[in-house]
């Protein structure tokens, strides 16, 4: 249903989006409360342009009723617009339009999009498509604008982000002494490379019991995504900014001292390990990216954080958050459609199932199809790592990723799958593909005790299927890859091998490959 707050004599009709549920939106900021109407709209187009993770679905539905709660607590005339609505036109144009027409307004007001998609519904309702004048203001939640990242990458031979990163610790202040960066180095992720140490306590993220509004939401998305991945409870995630906060204080407190060095583990059974498990509420809007920077480094200062920790958390927030969306902005709307390494392979079905006998790959899967949620590790180094050896299509995974995940939006997902999981940009973002053998999942997870494959062992039925997919996919891009200096040493191993070995591995990879396409 359209839930419209009473008042008349509308001037300016503010669109505000699902992911831009902060009260210091740009669009928000300097609008009269008693001239303007702000509205939200839940609409199929949103829900529906891939297959959204159903938990994913209620998390940003009741952010926004909660957000529109809020709003109107604060003074703002809202129209919300219900999914169920039987006047729902399932657009966001639809319901600008219709809202236009309740109201009489005679400008739009709005704040860049996050997605190329709906920034070109944006550019048409500026060139008169809505019949009255639209404002398109900058999303300035961000630490570093479009243009100003298009800036630093004229001219540079290589975007790499550790180079982008020391310029974000500069413009913040951010762990800096003396205009030099504290403790003497840039990056201390050397020291968060290990795996989970034995008895190690996880924290795990604060989780939230749904109130009558997100219980509303869970019925609502049962009872019409019942097609969509995962289930729509039990659900844990916060839905307004205080549960956000209370989300970060808890990280920072029970989590952070504890997360640099076991940030690349993996545990069978612990989903969450030290991760902040805050990005959901950072893309959505419910948290902001440089005070919750500011309260991480406050916590190192205090002697309460290592500095390796609290650097390379920092360095996800200001630094490849903001690299990534820098890249997304700059090279689209072509990005999405580069693979380089011409992977054609349909995605499997067990992606949607977890149905597989490989006990890392099903143990993420079907984490992400329980919670909407696995961490940065798990994506890169298991499924990501097994699509890219297995050749499966870069926007078929990108598709996958976009939809499984509450915090996938795609300025931030679409660069992080393709770019660097898939290395279908050629290396524009990552400087190598992010490809490993089962030796890698053995050293750095539990995952390979009690799973079928061995992954000590190259060829055979018995063998980890990463191991000779790994030989398979080097072999087989040798001509894109052999060049690449960070690769140098995997093709001498190669060579060393032998040409009966070589033989085995590419028969052992295609057989399972032969296996993966008959299913």
């Known amino acids: 249903m359209t839930v419209s707050t009473a008042g008349t004599g509308v001037e300016t009709l503010v669109l505000v989006m699902g992911d831009q549920l902060s009260p210091a939106l740009s669009a928000l900021r300097d609008v009269d409360p008693h001239s303007s109407r702000v509205l939200l709209c839940e609409v199929a187009d949103e829900t529906g342009y891939v297959p959204h993770h159903r938990q994913k679905l209620v998390f940003i539905l009741s952010a926004m009723r909660h957000f529109a709660a809020e709003l109107r607590a604060a003074g703002y005339a809202v129209d919300y617009v219900t999914l169920d609505d039987p006047d729902n036109t399932g657009s966001f144009t639809g319901e600008l339009r219709r809202s236009l027409s309740r109201h009489g307004a005679s400008r739009v007001l709005t704040t860049e999009a996050g997605e190329w998609r709906v920034r070109q519904m944006q550019h048409a309702w500026r060139g008169g498509e809505l019949g009255v004048p639209v404002t398109v203001l900058p999303d300035d939640r961000f630490i570093c604008t479009p243009e100003a990242f298009a ?33 003497g180095r840039w990056n201390f992720d050397a020291d968060n490379r290990r795996p989970a140490p034995a008895g190690m306590r996880f924290a795990g993220p604060l989780r939230f019991a749904p109130d009558a509004i997100t219980s509303e939401v869970i019925d609502l998305v049962g009872r019409r995504f019942g097609s969509h991945p995962g289930a729509p409870g039990p659900f844990w995630l916060g839905v307004t900014r205080r549960d956000a906060g209370a989300a970060l204080e808890h990280f920072l407190r029970e989590a952070l001292p504890g997360f640099g060095a076991s940030q690349d583990a993996m545990l069978a059974g612990e989903p969450f390990l030290n991760h902040a498990v805050i990005s959901p509420y950072l893309n959505v809007g419910l948290l902001d990216p440089l005070p919750v920077c500011r309260r991480a480094e406050a916590e190192w200062r205090a002697g309460r954080a290592p500095i390796e920790a609290v650097e390379g958390f920092i360095r996800q927030v200001i630094g490849w958050r903001e690299y990534v ?74 598709e996958w990723y976009l939809a499984v995940y509450a915090d996938a ?45 061995d992954p000590r062992l190259r060829t055979g039925p018995r063998a980890c299927p990463f191991n000779a997919l790994y030989w398979d996919f080097l072999d087989r891009n040798r001509a894109p890859l052999s060049r690449n200096a960070r690769l140098r040493t995997a093709y001498l191993t190669w060579e060393r091998l032998g040409a009966a070995e070589q033989r085995a591995c590419r028969e052992s990879a295609q057989s399972f490959l032969a296996t993966l396409d008959s299913s």
């Open 151 to 183: 800036s630093w990458a004229e001219g540079r031979r290589e975007l790499r982000m550790e180079f982008f990163y020391r310029e974000m610790r500069r413009r913040t202040g951010l762990m800096m002494e003396s205009g030099q960066p504290a403790g």
């Open 325 to 398: 969306r820098g890249i997304y902005w700059r090279e689209m709307p072509g990005y999405r459609d580069r693979n380089s390494l011409g992977a054609r392979r349909p995605l499997p079905g067990f992606f949607w199932t977890g149905d597989t006998p490989m006990a890392c790959v099903a143990a993420v899967i079907r984490q992400t199809l329980e919670l909407a949620y696995a961490h940065h590790i798990q994506r890169l180094m298991v499924t990501g790592n097994f699509a890219l050896l297995a050749g499966i299509d870069p926007r078929e995974v990108h």
């Open 409 to 453: 939006f795609e300025w931030v997902e679409l660069p992080n799958t393709l770019g660097m999981s898939q290395y279908a940009d050629g290396g524009l973002l990552a400087s190598k593909p992010y490809a490993a053998s089962g030796a890698y999942i053995r050293r750095m997870s539990d995952y390979c005790r009690g799973c079928e494959f």
